[in-house]
C-alpha cells in the first residue's frame, strides 16, 4: 500500500527506539516485562520486551532475530477480564508497539478489559535486525513519475534497481523470510509467549491481511478480531496497487471539490474540474522550475497523496497549496513534505519492510512491458497515483528475497470478526471488504458510506466506534444481511469546515494518533499495503 515515505509505515505512532529494554524472552517461556522508556506508553504503565523467534521457522534451531513488544494491562478485575488484543498499524513496515496504548480509545470502558499487546514485527522499529537500504532514497530532486520521456524511465529504473541491490545487500537472509506466512507465525510466537490459548487481534490495513492469514491458519486461535481498512485477499500484491490508483483518483477528485467549495478561502478554482486543471499545470510547471528549488512534480504527487488518504491535513495541503499558487510562497509545501518524508539515518526502514513483505509474499512480473502496459492503461483512467505507486514498487523486480505463493485465505473455520471500511477508501478499496466479507461468513462489514478515509476507526465516529466497543464487550455484532453489501451503514468521519472557529484543529485521541498532520500520516497505512 502506497504511500507515505515515513510510512510503508502505514502507521507509526511514536518513536519508540528506547522504548524498548533488554528484557527479553523466547516462545517457551514468559516475557520478561520491563520499562518503557516512551514518555506515551510510560504514561499509561506500560511494559516493554523482547521475543526470540526463529529467523526462519523452516529452521527453528537456526539464527535468531528479536521482536520489540509492549503491554498496556487490563484495569478489571480479574472475573472480568477478556485476554490479550494483538494490535498492528498496518504498513507492511509499520512500528507497532505503541499500538499498546489504543485500548484507553475504545468507548465505554470496553477496551479495559484487555491487555494491549503492541509489537514491532520483524526487521521494523525497535525489532532486531532492522532492515534499512537507503536513507536517502525519498530525498528532493527525484524524476517525475510519469514517465514522459526515455530519460525518465531509465532513471527510476536505475535508482529502483539500485535501492533493490541496496537491500540485498542490507538485508541478507532475512529478506529470505519477510513474508506474511513469517509475521502471522511471529504473532502466533508472541502468543505462546504470553501463555494465552487464544488472542483477540485489531489490524489496520495491512494488519487486516495479516488477521485475514492467521485466521486462517490458526482459527482455533482466535477469540475476535477488527479489521480496519480491509485488504483484498485475493488480489496480493501487484493487482491491488493496480486498484488503488484507480481509486485514489476517485477520492483525490473527492478533495479537489472540497476545495472548489471553500473557494473564497483558497482561490484555487470555483470547481473541482478547474483545481484539479489547476494541479496538473502546476506538476508540469515544477517539472521545469521546482517550488523552492525542490519541490518538483513528484514532491508535490506525494503531498497531495496524503488527502487521498484522509480528510485530516486537508486544510493544511490546500493552504500550502494556495500559498505557493497565488503567492509563490513553497514553505508550506516543503513543511508537508518534509514532515511525512524523513530523511534521517534508518528512515526508510518503513519503506524497506514493505517493499519486503510485498516483493516476496507473491511474484510480480518480471517483464517491464507488463508494467509499462499496464500502468499506461490505468493512467489513462487515472492520472493522479499510477506512475507514482508503480515506481514505488519497481524494486519488487529486483528482489533478493526468495518469492512464496500468497496463502488463500479463509474464515470458514474463524469466529465472528468485525471489518471496518468507508466506501471510497482508496488504500484498500471497498470490493475488497466485500471479498474478505464473503470469505469470512461470521464476519459483519460496517461501512462509513461515501467517506475517503482510510482505516479511520476510534476516531471519534459514534456510530463505528460504538460497534466496536460493544464487539469487544460482549462480541455482539450487526445483524449480516444475506446481499452482497455491508451489514450496518453509518456516517462517514465529516469532512472539516476551514470556515468554522476551530479549523485545523482535529479531536485526536491522544497516543494513538498525534495531533500534527505528520504524525496522523504514520498510520499503517499505506499505509501503505497499507
Not at 518513536?15 to 516512551?38: E, K, L
Not at 480479574?78 to 498492528?88: E, F, H, M, R, T
Not at 532513471?155 to 541478507?172: E, Q
Request: charged letters at 20%.
Amino acid at each position: 500500500m502506497r504511500r507515505f515515505w515515513a510510512v510503508a509505515t502505514t502507521v507509526a505512532l511514536c518513536a519508540v527506539g528506547a522504548a524498548v529494554t533488554a528484557a527479553q524472552a523466547d516462545t517457551r517461556g514468559g516475557i520478561v516485562w520491563g520499562p518503557c522508556a516512551d514518555a506515551t506508553l510510560k504514561a499509561q504503565s506500560a511494559e516493554c520486551g523482547f521475543v526470540s523467534v526463529p529467523r526462519d521457522y523452516g529452521e527453528p534451531g537456526g539464527p535468531k532475530i528479536k521482536l520489540a513488544v509492549s503491554r498496556v494491562k487490563h484495569t478489571v478485575p480479574a472475573a472480568k477480564y477478556q485476554g490479550a488484543i494483538l494490535v498492528n498499524p498496518g504498513g507492511p513496515g509499520g512500528e507497532g508497539v505503541g499500538m499498546a496504548t489504543l485500548g484507553s480509545h475504545v468507548p465505554k470502558g470496553a477496551g479495559a478489559a484487555y491487555d494491549w499487546i503492541g509489537f514491532d514485527p520483524r526487521g521494523v522499529g525497535a525489532s532486531t535486525p532492522k532492515l534499512t537500504c537507503d536513507s536517502d532514497y525519498a530525498g528532493y530532486n527525484r524524476p517525475a513519475y510519469v514517465p514522459s520521456t526515455a530519460a525518465i524511465e531509465n532513471a527510476w529504473h536505475a535508482r529502483t534497481k539500485a535501492y533493490a541491490a541496496d537491500c540485498a545487500k542490507a538485508g541478507g537472509p532475512l529478506l529470505d523470510n519477510m513474508r506474511t506466512e513469517d509475521s502471522v507465525r511471529d504473532i502466533d510466537s508472541i502468543r505462546r509467549a504470553l501463555g494465552a490459548e487464544k488472542i483477540s487481534f485489531y489490524g489496520f490495513s495491512y494488519g487486516t491481511y495479516l488477521a485475514q492469514v492467521y485466521a486462517t491458519q490458526y482459527p482455533q486461535r482466535v477469540r475476535r478480531m477488527v479489521m480496519d481498512g480491509v485488504v483484498d485477499p485475493g488480489r496480493v500484491w501487484y493487482r491491488s496497487n493496480l486498484d488503488q490508483d484507480i481509486a485514489f483518483d476517485r477520492s483525490i477528485k473527492v478533495y479537489f471539490a472540497w476545495i472548489a467549495k471553500h473557494d473564497a478561502i483558497y482561490r484555487l478554482g470555483r470547481t473541482a474540474k478547474d483545481v484539479e486543471a489547476l494541479y496538473y499545470r502546476q506538476l508540469t510547471a515544477l517539472a521545469a522550475k521546482p517550488a523552492g528549488g525542490l519541490i518538483g512534480p513528484a514532491e508535490l504527487t506525494d503531498i497531495f497523496l496524503q488527502p487521498g488518504y484522509y480528510i485530516f491535513g486537508w486544510e493544511a495541503t490546500a493552504q500550502a497549496f494556495s500559498a505557493w499558487v497565488n503567492r509563490k510562497d513553497p514553505l508550506g509545501l516543503k513543511r508537508l513534505y518534509d514532515e511525512n518524508h524523513p530523511q534521517g539515518e534508518g528512515d526508510d526502514n518503513g519503506y524497506a519492510v514493505y517493499l519486503a513483505v510485498q516483493c516476496t509474499d507473491a511474484r510480480w512480473p518480471s517483464d517491464w512491458k507488463k508494467w509499462s502496459r499496464d500502468n499506461w492503461r490505468v493512467h489513462r483512467e487515472a492520472p493522479f497515483e499510477t506512475w507514482g505507486n508503480a515506481w514505488y514498487n519497481a524494486p519488487c523486480r529486483h528482489w533478493a528475497g526468495k518469492v512464496g505463493r500468497p496463502v488463500e485465505v479463509t474464515g470458514k473455520k474463524a469466529p465472528a470478526v468485525l471489518m471496518i471500511s468507508e466506501t471510497l477508501d482508496a488504500a484498500t478499496p471497498f470490493s475488497g471488504a466485500l471479498e474478505a466479507r464473503r470469505r469470512f461468513p461470521l464476519s459483519a462489514l460496517v461501512e462509513g458510506v461515501d467517506g475517503t478515509t482510510h482505516a479511520g476507526s476510534l476516531f471519534g465516529n459514534a456510530c463505528i466506534d460504538d460497534t466496536i466497543a460493544d464487539y469487544l464487550a460482549t462480541g455482539a455484532l450487526p445483524r449480516r444481511v444475506k446481499a452482497n453489501r455491508s451489514d450496518k451503514q453509518c456516517a462517514p468521519i465529516a469532512q472539516p469546515n476551514p470556515s468554522a472557529p476551530t479549523a485545523g484543529v482535529v479531536a485526536v485521541p491522544a497516543g494513538k494518533r498525534a495531533g500534527n498532520v505528520g504524525d496522523r500520516l504514520r498510520l499503517q497505512r499505506l499505509i501503505h499495503g497499507g
